[in-house]
């Protein structure tokens, strides 16, 4: 059904299934993005300008959303395109551009003006808008897109350009979004950076004038130094129950840029997609480029619940099987590394099955005959067995995995190559690589072409064939170590295309795994966090935020981690880093899916019962973790204790995990920590699980509490020196 309707002022959030308006029939139009609780409200003025007049909480009536401009008195705006919806340069724009080009004449100026739009509902919750901007005088269009997921506060927003010259046009900025935003007083980014080892490292900082520019220039392992995450705070930094915060993210994996910038009117722009970075691409007549999705979504009650909203939204939404289930496992890379064979891994199935785990993962060193896979600096490309340590191969641990009553899984790193490979000596053509200068390494290694249609065959058939080979292939750890030097495909002729193309070529590939193989587990794993976004998500099932497993740097990771990310969708190891004990480890890596990168053979009698016990803890409480509500409620970066609480949706059962994460003399838990989201009028008790054996609890667990107690004076887990780790189970009576 298609409805056209001639009103002055229209809202989207409307019954039908699609609402259009048309340049002719309409000279004044409000379009109001509106989701349960917030609007972006966009307007068309007499000359087709499309603008941004209001970003914020949701208005009671949409008809007043027409008297906001009015009551801002702020300097002029000499030319009437800084709150822009999709800012073009060269024709009046004095700021950053959303959208740069040089036509097929040769000509560089750009001007947008509105043409219609479209709003289709796919759901009751879920909207498409799209809006039609085209250059009046160059036959050339930009389709702005805005998905709304209205329940969750969510928006997607992406755009497409595409033109009808003689020529070709070349695009030198493309955005995905581009946002106005209006503060009192002033604006507060909080943004994140980290290496190898240590992710997610936040900075938080008044946002001043000129353009503050978050990016990355990597090509692959993207977010090494810099994620595309970030919160924008208004009016003051936001905490975790209060203020109003934006969280944004770019949907890609590849090279992206966000410009942040303070205009002369105090106003925020916000200008998100891929990197520009030697990437101008030459768009043909009638060809359609489209940007990735920038995701955010805004609350006025704080970080905290952003984070929910997201979370929901990823679980419902974005990540793959997001609603489902996920596997306990056992990894052999701490206890072997690359030094093992089909004995030792036969005995660590037995192990995996004596822990009570799900699933044994083996990592990297399986692999590579003439150049064998015995340490980093070869073999990577060769995707053989390797005939010495796996003379059965494969299919042999994936049986005798069966008989132990055990689910097998396997690492690969396919976009990479070794220098000391067969395929390198074959395939030199299909490697990023200079043919004229000197070959520098990242991890004694290179990366793949993918942008070569060749390569994309090439690395779908590594984990095509490992199914087709092994029916029985439960799981796939999938990594990717290195960075992009010396940027040259040797089949693109316009190398200012590789980036975008190299991305494209990598989301084939996974696309074409996941119609064939749609709900096997994978774990997007880049030598850590190196790529953790919502596009590489909707092919996996979970992420692995760091290689540094040590459970008190895992703390503050994981806690940053989860302003964007559900637990579910977070891969947590126990393993031999860190000097807390086993219980502190395991109590850690339950916030999210639980997995053990330990030698079963070596833990004492109290240490295995343990672990064994953890398990079956976990898997009675871990449907909350995973669906519930998060709720931080002790800031490690503001307090000696680290405490998060995740709460199912009835509000009636919800698991606290408490840390001492200062170890100065007399630290601990001094005050009852509050609890979020409980009832105020239901009454609940506390119990402490996960203790370790011979150990008892230090608390009173035959009280009963109101809820409304809890949220107004607290609870004390009683952490200390001695009670450094403390998980307790809250459940409705």
């Given at each position: 059904?298609q409805?056209?309707?001639?009103l002055?002022t229209l809202?989207?959030v409307?019954?039908g299934?699609?609402?259009?308006v048309?340049?002719?029939?309409a000279?004044?139009?409000?379009?109001?993005v509106?989701?349960a609780?917030n609007?972006?409200?966009?307007?068309?003025n007499?000359h087709?300008?499309?603008s941004?007049?209001?970003f914020g909480?949701?208005?009671?009536d949409?008809?007043?959303?027409?008297?906001?401009p009015?009551?801002?008195?702020?300097?002029?705006?000499?030319s009437?395109v800084?709150n822009?919806?999709?800012t073009?340069?060269?024709?009046?724009n004095?700021a950053e551009?959303?959208i740069?080009v040089?036509h097929?004449?040769g000509?560089?100026?750009?001007?947008?003006r509105?043409v219609?739009?479209q709003?289709?509902?796919t759901d009751?919750n879920?909207s498409?808008?799209s809006?039609?901007?085209k250059?009046p005088v160059y036959d050339l269009e930009v389709?702005l897109y805005y998905k709304?997921?209205?329940?969750?506060d969510?928006?997607?927003q992406?755009s497409?350009i595409?033109?009808?010259?003689?020529g070709?046009?070349v695009l030198?900025?493309?955005?995905?979004?581009?946002l106005?935003l209006?503060?009192?007083?002033?604006f507060?980014?909080?943004?994140?950076?980290g290496d190898?080892?240590?992710?997610?490292?936040?900075e938080e900082?008044?946002?001043t004038?000129?353009?503050?520019?978050?990016d990355?220039?990597l090509?692959?392992r993207?977010?090494?130094?810099?994620?595309?995450?970030?919160?924008?705070s208004m009016?003051?930094?936001a905490?975790?129950?209060e203020?109003s915060v934006l969280y944004?993210?770019l949907?890609?994996?590849?090279n992206?840029?966000?410009?942040?910038?303070?205009?002369?009117?105090?106003?925020?722009?916000?200008?998100?997609?891929?990197?520009?970075?030697a990437?101008?691409?030459?768009?043909?007549?009638?060809?359609?480029?489209?940007?990735?999705?920038?995701l955010?979504?805004?609350?006025?009650k704080?970080?905290?619940?952003?984070?929910r909203?997201l979370?929901?939204?990823?679980r419902?939404?974005?990540?793959?099987?997001?609603?489902?289930?996920?596997?306990t496992?056992?990894n052999?890379?701490e206890?072997t590394?690359?030094?093992?064979?089909?004995?030792?891994l036969?005995?660590?199935l037995?192990?995996?099955?004596?822990l009570g785990?799900?699933l044994?993962?083996?990592d990297?060193g399986?692999?590579?005959?003439?150049?064998?896979r015995?340490?980093?600096?070869a073999?990577?490309?060769?995707?053989?067995?390797?005939k010495?340590k796996l003379?059965n191969?494969?299919?042999?641990?994936?049986?005798?995995?069966?008989n132990?009553?055990v689910?097998?899984?396997?690492?690969v790193?396919p976009?990479?190559?070794?220098p000391?490979?067969e395929l390198?000596?074959?395939h030199?053509?299909?490697?990023v690589?200079?043919p004229?200068r000197?070959e520098?390494?990242?991890?004694n290694?290179?990366?793949l072409?993918?942008?070569?249609p060749?390569v994309?065959d090439?690395?779908?058939?590594?984990?095509?064939?490992?199914?087709t080979k092994?029916?029985?292939?439960?799981?796939?750890k999938?990594?990717?170590n290195?960075v992009?030097y010396?940027?040259h495909?040797?089949?693109?002729?316009?190398?200012s295309?590789?980036?975008?193309e190299?991305?494209?070529g990598?989301y084939?590939?996974?696309?074409?795994i996941r119609?064939?193989?749609?709900?096997?587990p994978m774990m997007?794993?880049?030598?850590?966090g190196?790529?953790?976004?919502y596009?590489?998500?909707?092919?996996?099932t979970?992420?692995?935020?760091?290689?540094?497993?040590?459970?008190m740097e895992?703390i503050?990771?994981?806690?940053?981690?989860?302003y964007?990310?559900?637990a579910?969708?977070?891969?947590?190891?126990?393993?031999?880093?860190?000097?807390?004990?086993?219980?502190f480890?395991?109590?850690v890596a339950?916030m999210g899916?639980?997995?053990?990168?330990?030698a079963v053979s070596?833990?004492?009698a109290?240490?295995?019962?343990?672990?064994?016990?953890?398990?079956?803890?976990?898997?009675?409480v871990?449907?909350?973790?995973?669906?519930?509500?998060q709720?931080?409620?002790s800031?490690p970066r503001?307090?000696?204790?680290?405490a998060?609480?995740?709460l199912?949706e009835?509000q009636?059962?919800?698991v606290?995990f408490?840390?001492?994460?200062n170890?100065?003399?007399?630290?601990?838990?001094?005050?009852?920590?509050?609890?979020?989201g409980?009832?105020?009028?239901?009454?609940?008790k506390?119990r402490?699980?996960?203790l370790?054996?011979?150990?008892k609890?230090g608390i009173?667990e035959?009280?009963?509490?109101s809820?409304?107690f809890?949220?107004?004076i607290?609870?004390?887990?009683?952490?200390?020196a001695?009670?450094?780790s403390v998980v307790l189970?809250?459940?409705?009576?």
């Amino acid at each position: 059904m298609q409805v056209k309707v001639y009103l002055t002022t229209l809202s989207l959030v409307l019954l039908g299934t699609q609402v259009r308006v048309s340049r002719a029939q309409a000279q004044h139009i409000n379009i109001p993005v509106q989701t349960a609780h917030n609007a972006l409200v966009l307007q068309v003025n007499d000359h087709k300008d499309l603008s941004t007049i209001y970003f914020g909480e949701k208005l009671a009536d949409p008809a007043e959303y027409d008297a906001v401009p009015g009551v801002y008195k702020q300097s002029n705006d000499y030319s009437e395109v800084l709150n822009a919806a999709y800012t073009p340069a060269g024709s009046r724009n004095l700021a950053e551009p959303a959208i740069t080009v040089t036509h097929a004449d040769g000509n560089n100026s750009l001007d947008l003006r509105y043409v219609s739009h479209q709003v289709t509902k796919t759901d009751d919750n879920v909207s498409l808008l799209s809006i039609v901007l085209k250059d009046p005088v160059y036959d050339l269009e930009v389709t702005l897109y805005y998905k709304t997921y209205f329940k969750e506060d969510v928006v997607e927003q992406w755009s497409t350009i595409r033109h009808k010259e003689k020529g070709n046009v070349v695009l030198h900025k493309f955005a995905s979004a581009n946002l106005h935003l209006k503060a009192d007083a002033g604006f507060w980014l909080t943004q994140y950076h980290g290496d190898w080892a240590k992710e997610m490292q936040p900075e938080e900082s008044k946002i001043t004038h000129g353009i503050h520019t978050l990016d990355t220039k990597l090509g692959t392992r993207a977010n090494l130094f810099q994620p595309s995450v970030f919160m924008v705070s208004m009016n003051k930094p936001a905490t975790e129950d209060e203020g109003s915060v934006l969280y944004g993210a770019l949907e890609y994996s590849g090279n992206f840029r966000v410009d942040l910038e303070l205009d002369p009117q105090d106003n925020l722009r916000i200008i998100a997609g891929i990197n520009n970075y030697a990437s101008d691409y030459t768009l043909q007549p009638n060809e359609e480029f489209t940007t990735p999705a920038f995701l955010y979504t805004f609350s006025d009650k704080g970080k905290g619940n952003a984070s929910r909203n997201l979370q929901r939204w990823a679980r419902n939404y974005k990540l793959l099987d997001g609603k489902g289930t996920r596997l306990t496992l056992l990894n052999n890379w701490e206890s072997t590394y690359f030094d093992f064979n089909e004995s030792k891994l036969f005995q660590l199935l037995k192990e995996t099955k004596e822990l009570g785990v799900d699933l044994f993962l083996l990592d990297d060193g399986w692999f590579a005959n003439k150049y064998p896979r015995n340490d980093d600096h070869a073999g990577l490309g060769d995707w053989q067995e390797n005939k010495s340590k796996l003379p059965n191969g494969i299919a042999s641990l994936v049986k005798e995995a069966g008989n132990d009553g055990v689910k097998f899984g396997i690492w690969v790193e396919p976009e990479m190559v070794n220098p000391k490979s067969e395929l390198y000596e074959k395939h030199k053509d299909w490697v990023v690589r200079e043919p004229a200068r000197e070959e520098h390494y990242f991890r004694n290694q290179l990366v793949l072409d993918l942008s070569n249609p060749q390569v994309q065959d090439f690395v779908f058939g590594i984990i095509d064939g490992l199914f087709t080979k092994n029916p029985g292939l439960a799981y796939i750890k999938w990594d990717c170590n290195a960075v992009i030097y010396n940027a040259h495909s040797a089949t693109i002729k316009n190398q200012s295309h590789f980036y975008i193309e190299y991305m494209r070529g990598l989301y084939k590939v996974l696309g074409k795994i996941r119609a064939k193989y749609p709900t096997v587990p994978m774990m997007l794993c880049s030598g850590g966090g190196g790529r953790v976004d919502y596009a590489a998500l909707q092919y996996f099932t979970e992420y692995w935020p760091s290689d540094n497993t040590d459970p008190m740097e895992r703390i503050f990771m994981q806690w940053e981690y989860s302003y964007f990310y559900p637990a579910i969708s977070s891969s947590n190891h126990v393993t031999d880093w860190g000097k807390q004990p086993l219980k502190f480890r395991t109590d850690v890596a339950m916030m999210g899916k639980l997995g053990f990168d330990v030698a079963v053979s070596k833990l004492s009698a109290p240490d295995l019962q343990f672990c064994q016990q953890a398990i079956k803890t976990y898997d009675a409480v871990k449907s909350i973790i995973w669906q519930g509500e998060q709720y931080r409620l002790s800031n490690p970066r503001e307090s000696s204790v680290a405490a998060i609480l995740y709460l199912d949706e009835k509000q009636s059962s919800g698991v606290i995990f408490n840390y001492l994460v200062n170890n100065r003399y007399g630290e601990g838990s001094h005050a009852p920590i509050r609890m979020k989201g409980l009832k105020p009028a239901a009454k609940y008790k506390i119990r402490e699980v996960n203790l370790y054996p011979g150990t008892k609890s230090g608390i009173k667990e035959d009280k009963t509490y109101s809820g409304d107690f809890l949220m107004k004076i607290g609870f004390n887990p009683n952490v200390n020196a001695h009670r450094t780790s403390v998980v307790l189970q809250i459940d409705e009576i």
